[in-house]
């Protein structure tokens, strides 16, 4: 009977291990600070496994600003749309499309902050490099 629990427990072990892997992917998060005078950070790095959309959801962006955001490959190429006038206003999700060339490495969500004065805003979310 254990010898029968230990076989039940190992292939539901391995079912719920491959449903992870295959399940696509998940949430980086992220909580920095974006500098002031429109300098970039690199937010989240993850693994881009497949062409499709990359997905960024914010929950904060620091009181009224506003970022703006893209993603870069391993050498820091730019790889994707830019999105302008990223808020935390309904959670505000953006998706991006990324470079053919992306698939197969890592790629880093970028982002700056908008304003070009001497103020640093806080930004937090979840960066999906792959969205199946």
Same mark, same amino acid.
């Given at each position: 009977m254990k010898k029968r629990l230990a076989t039940t427990v190992c292939a539901l072990g391995l079912l719920v291990s491959t449903g992870v892997v295959s399940a696509g992917t998940s949430a980086i998060t992220y909580a920095k600070v974006l500098p002031s005078l429109s300098? =970039?950070?690199?937010?989240?790095?993850?693994?881009?496994? =497949? =062409?499709?959309n990359s997905k960024v959801e914010n929950s904060i962006v620091g009181q009224n600003y506003e970022a703006t955001m893209w993603i870069v490959d391993a050498n820091g190429k730019k790889v994707s749309n830019t999105a302008i006038d990223v808020t935390d206003n309904d959670n505000d999700t953006r998706f991006f499309i990324v470079d053919q060339s992306a698939v197969g490495g890592d790629v880093t969500l970028v982002a700056e902050n908008d304003q070009k004065k001497l103020v640093s805003v806080e930004i937090s979310g979840r960066f999906y490099p792959d969205t199946r």
């Amino acid at each position: 009977m254990k010898k029968r629990l230990a076989t039940t427990v190992c292939a539901l072990g391995l079912l719920v291990s491959t449903g992870v892997v295959s399940a696509g992917t998940s949430a980086i998060t992220y909580a920095k600070v974006l500098p002031s005078l429109s300098r =970039n950070i690199y937010l989240a790095t993850g693994t881009k496994d =497949n =062409n499709s959309n990359s997905k960024v959801e914010n929950s904060i962006v620091g009181q009224n600003y506003e970022a703006t955001m893209w993603i870069v490959d391993a050498n820091g190429k730019k790889v994707s749309n830019t999105a302008i006038d990223v808020t935390d206003n309904d959670n505000d999700t953006r998706f991006f499309i990324v470079d053919q060339s992306a698939v197969g490495g890592d790629v880093t969500l970028v982002a700056e902050n908008d304003q070009k004065k001497l103020v640093s805003v806080e930004i937090s979310g979840r960066f999906y490099p792959d969205t199946r």
